[in-house]
């Protein structure tokens, strides 16, 4: 049986003043495809039918949400609803007129996105001067008194100052710290040789983490997401293809994940002319790999098959060009030598250009 989803991403446009080399939007974020965003009125509906299809959390987040108008409409709208709200924002246009707004209107979390601990290394990875704003932004959040997320993307580029960074979120008296490191789609990919971390970095920064968490400076504590190119076996993606997560891209198709629009032969229903119920229970994109059946042979005999749910289909397209293959970071997988190729290629390089989001407008 399909289970209810849980939570719903509006992601409300893909504009943004940042330029983050791993970002999650499409190379292609600037086409007339994503161009033409849903109007005020398409999200109060795609609130409303969230809300009667059983979802309890709500992420505005884009790109950077700010950027559109009616942002306070919807989060008024949402607080009705009794949904819990999480703005999800670069912070570089949280002034404190919008913020204390936000928060009367029953805005419930705000999540601020941390390139670095230190400025030149943070306008750096954002591609554009950021850093004071964002510092600025999160001590507005406490102010105001609502709870704070610092997210934290890691990668070569800026794990060696994994101290320094929990450090500036405890200073700053954030809730609660992701740290994520870079998952490799989309501009991650396009990245990857300038992202991908050596594994004694990973090492010192699984102790770092360890010991923050034992000090327990930060209430909500520390999420810490390991790269799974280093895991023996790759993770439950989104909890599973259509198991927890609807995402409305800011045209109003409806995703399973954030990068599933990079495997080509999938059209996704749009909420300008679905409901969300059909979308979420009955849309062929979204069935496509729900549960086991689509599995090939070797995960549909492992005894992981409901843990992992056979990896990340979007990793597993963008490395194999089989969006039903296994994902190639399981070790079990006959193509898991790519990952093994990659890995070994990291202590030799020392790129760290990127190719920033934005620099090649409509790229494919
Ligand atoms: Fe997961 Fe498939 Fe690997 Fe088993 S074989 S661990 S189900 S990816
Ligand atoms: Fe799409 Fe993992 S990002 S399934």
């Known amino acids: 049986m399909t289970p209810r989803p849980f939570s719903l991403v509006a992601e409300l446009t893909y504009r943004c003043p940042l330029q983050c080399p791993y970002c999650s939007n499409p190379l292609n974020w600037s086409s007339d495809n994503y161009r033409t965003e849903l109007a005020t009125e398409d999200w109060l509906r795609i609130i409303q039918q969230a809300r ?10 884009g790109g950077e949400p700010l950027l559109r108008k009616d942002l306070e409409i919807l989060v008024e709208a949402a607080a009705n609803l009794r949904l819990y709200t999480t703005l999800v924002t670069a912070g570089t246009l949280l002034t404190k007129e919008r913020a204390s707004t936000l928060h009367s209107l029953g805005l419930d979390h705000i999540q601020i996105s941390l390139q670095d601990s230190r400025p030149p290394e943070s306008d750096y ?11 600025a932004a999160a001590r507005l959040v406490k ?6 997320t610092l997210n934290v993307v890691l990668h070569r580029q800026n794990l060696d100052r994994i101290e320094e960074i929990i450090e500036l979120a405890e200073t700053l008296q954030a809730d ?9 789609y ?6 990857r040789a300038a992202l991908l971390p050596t594994r004694e970095q990973l090492e010192h920064a699984e102790q770092v983490v360890k010991a923050a968490q034992q000090r327990r400076k930060i209430p909500m504590g520390i999420l810490y997401v390991i790269p799974d190119y280093y895991d023996k076996y790759p ?9 927890r997560t609807l995402i409305i891209a800011p045209n ?10 990079s495997i080509p032969h999938l059209t996704f229903a749009n909420a300008r002319e679905h409901s969300l119920e059909y979308i979420w229970y009955d849309s062929p994109a979204m069935n496509a790999y729900r549960g086991a059946a689509w599995m090939p042979e070797l995960c549909q005999n492992c005894d992981r098959k409901e843990i992992d749910w056979g990896g990340c289909r979007c990793q597993a397209y963008l490395l194999t060009q089989d969006s039903t293959a296994t994902d190639p970071v399981c070790h079990l997988s006959p193509q898991h030598s790519q990952i093994l190729a990659i890995r070994e290629q990291v202590s030799s ?3 760290s250009d990127f190719v920033y989001r934005g620099m090649e407008r409509d790229a494919k």
């Open 52 to 61: 009667q299809l059983g979802v309890l959390q709500l992420g505005f987040t």
């Open 125 to 135: 990875i954002a591609g554009t001067p950021s850093f004071h704003q964002k510092i």
């Open 186 to 191: 989309g501009w991650a990919l396009k990245n």
């Open 252 to 261: 109003g198709d409806g995703l399973p994940c954030q990068a599933a629009m």
């Open 235 to 243: 993770k439950p993606c989104m909890g599973g293809w259509g198991q």
């Open 349 to 351: 390089n020392q790129q």
């Open 176 to 184: 609660r710290i992701e740290l994520a490191n870079t998952q490799y």
């Open 143 to 148: 102010e105001l008194g609502f709870p704070l």
